[in-house]
């Protein structure tokens, strides 16, 4: 089983590792979607192999955030960083911001007045919009929802002023007229949405936000099963076919070792903590 959030990326990539799996391993690797749940269940699941989490930034954050009922170092044992993805800073039309220095001036002469949609606590597109606050030195003021497909609606009927989705959700009504896209919030342009300037490069030096998902199992699960998943996912991602099936969702894959994905999480948690701290960011 890989237990996982409904919906969104994470989804999408789950469904990809479990195809995967089940190819590599000769036995049916089912996802299983229980939101928020996931990392929960995946935490004190037993550590033979046979559970496993695919998660995001969420399920380390949110023990930042709030309490929660698993530590997200210590209950898990990493299996390898899979992808990441970078989320396009879009406002509606009607904004009238048609670059990231425009929007940011726009921003600081209105302090609290402009708003942007995100899904939940901790998710991709509420971390980018919270740094991107943080970085720009403006007050643009959070809409929660419970998911990334109805805050992304929002911004296109207009009902609420710009958000950070994934760059695949947000290219249809860019193309379409919709949404204006500004910049993106990876350290490099984005090959979906190309001649697409970066954050940093458009007015706020040193900026990036990308996803990542990744495998996990419960911690204690014996080396060698964590090594064999290891080498499967890897494989996999590593095929040519997969990397254009991620690439076609705004997805970049990776395949680490363990190690890797493991630094990466501290490193992630360690300058979202400090983000915390200095903007007061607080769970719904």
């Known amino acids: 089983m890989l237990a996982t959030e409904a919906g969104g990326g994470t989804d999408f990539v789950a469904r990809l590792i479990a195809q995967g799996l089940t190819e590599s ?8 979607n229980r939101g928020n749940q996931a990392a929960q269940i995946a935490a004190k699941a037993p550590p033979d192999g046979y ?20 530590d997200p170092i210590k209950d898990f044992a990493p299996i390898t960083l899979a992808a990441t993805s970078a989320n396009v800073l879009i406002v509606h039309p009607s904004l009238p911001a048609n670059s990231v220095k425009e929007l940011i001036a726009y921003a600081k002469a209105r302090p609290g007045e402009l708003n942007y949609a995100s899904s939940m ?12 606050n943080y970085m720009a030195g403006v007050n643009i003021v959070r809409i929660p929802y419970k998911g990334a497909a109805q805050a992304l609606t929002d911004v296109v009927s207009g009902a609420v ?4 989705p994934s760059a695949a959700a947000a290219t249809p009504h860019i193309k379409s007229g919709r949404l204006r896209a500004l910049a993106v919030t ?10 697409l300037t970066t954050i940093s490069a458009a007015g706020v030096p040193g900026y990036q936000s990308v996803a990542m998902f990744g495998v996990l199992a419960p911690a204690g699960t014996p080396v060698a099963i964590i090594n064999r998943l290891n ?14 099936k ?9 395949g680490s070792t363990p190690a890797q994905f493991a630094a990466a999480i501290a490193s992630d948690m360690t300058n979202i903590s400090k983000m915390i701290d200095a903007t007061g960011m607080r769970a719904d």
Do not use: C
Request: proline share 8%.
């Open 51 to 70: 559970t496993l989490a695919l998660q995001g930034p969420p399920m380390w954050v949110s023990p930042l955030l709030q309490k929660v009922q698993y």
């Open 121 to 132: 606590t901790g998710a991709s597109n509420h971390l980018a919009a919270e740094l991107f």
């Open 25 to 32: 391993l000769g036995h049916q690797v089912i996802v299983d």
């Open 161 to 164: 002023q710009m958000s950070f």
């Open 231 to 244: 080498q499967n996912v890897v494989r996999f991602l590593n095929r040519p076919d997969i990397k254009e």
């Open 186 to 195: 990876s350290a490099k342009p984005s090959a979906l949405l190309p001649g």
């Open 246 to 254: 991620f690439g076609n969702a705004g997805n970049e894959t990776v």
